[in-house]
């Protein structure tokens, strides 16, 4: 039965698509049957994986607006291993047209159910904002995977965070845990970062990753090439991170699922 892993900060700018990608992309290289869902209207996941999003038929917003049915909206073997629901622009009214829709926070969840058995994982990359689509991802997920930069401000975004999914495990989804948090965009040079990870790991209860992201210039340039980093630059710093973080989650199979 598929692990339903949410990506998700309600703070924008700390790595989530990226991390969205490249955790799916790299679960997918080690042989896990992947799908990934890309819930912001930005889609930015989309074109990381290379899909050009004005030359899609059906989209996620189309399968949440009963337009189609999840196998029609669904992109097969996008990479090796790795099937992909897209997303466009049109994602941006769904939340207006959620509104009234019975059982509307569990749209997703009853969606993604009809396929879960045929993944080891599903990979949301929820929108950076708490709305309608992030409860329906939250509703969905067994667990949350909470990237945080390493920045002042980061324990800020991360206790916003932590109250949503305590709020929808109490009233949608018994079951919802923290996956883990993972630091990311990691400056060496800078101690900064230290202090940041450091500061975390004191206040935190929740379950921290060994392994941390590293700023790196590769990972920043793969998207605009539609490439995860594992086939853009597979010996970059960022390729060997994500590959180590993907280790880190299978293991956590036992612990969360």
């Known amino acids: 039965m598929g692990r339903i892993i949410a990506v998700a900060n309600q703070k924008g700018g700390v790595g989530k698509t990226t991390t969205a990608i490249n955790v799916a992309a790299c ?44 196998g029609e909206c669904m992109l097969i073997n996008v990479f090796p291993n790795l099937n992909v629901i897209p997303a466009s622009r049109e994602l941006a009214g769904a939340e207006v047209e959620f ?17 879960k058995s045929k993944y080891d994982f599903i990979i949301i990359d929820c929108p950076p904002a708490l709305g309608m689509l992030t409860v329906n991802a939250l509703t969905a997920a067994n667990t949350v995977l909470v990237p945080i930069q390493c920045e002042f401000f980061a324990l800020d975004g991360l206790s916003q965070l932590i109250y949503t999914v305590n709020l929808i ?9 923290i996956e883990g948090v993972v630091f990311t965009m990691y400056d060496s040079r800078t101690n900064l970062s230290a202090q940041v990870v450091e500061n975390v790991r004191e206040n935190l209860t929740q379950n921290i990753y060994n392994t941390v992201i590293p700023r790196n210039v590769r990972l920043a340039e793969a998207p605009s090439y539609g490439l995860p980093i594992i086939i853009y630059d597979p010996k970059s710093a960022g390729a060997e991170h994500y590959m180590m973080l993907a280790d880190e989650i299978i293991e956590n199979d036992i612990v969360t699922v």
């Open 27 to 70: 679960l997918a290289k080690k042989g896990k049957r992947v799908l990934a869902v890309d819930l912001d209207p930005q889609g930015n996941m989309t074109s990381g994986l290379g899909i050009d999003k004005n030359d899609l038929g059906y989209t996620v917003y189309d399968m949440m607006t009963d337009q189609c049915n999840i």
């Open 99 to 115: 509104v009234g829709m019975e059982d509307m926070q569990h749209i997703l969840k009853n969606n993604l159910k009809k396929v």
């Open 169 to 177: 495990k109490k009233k949608l989804n018994r079951t919802l845990k």
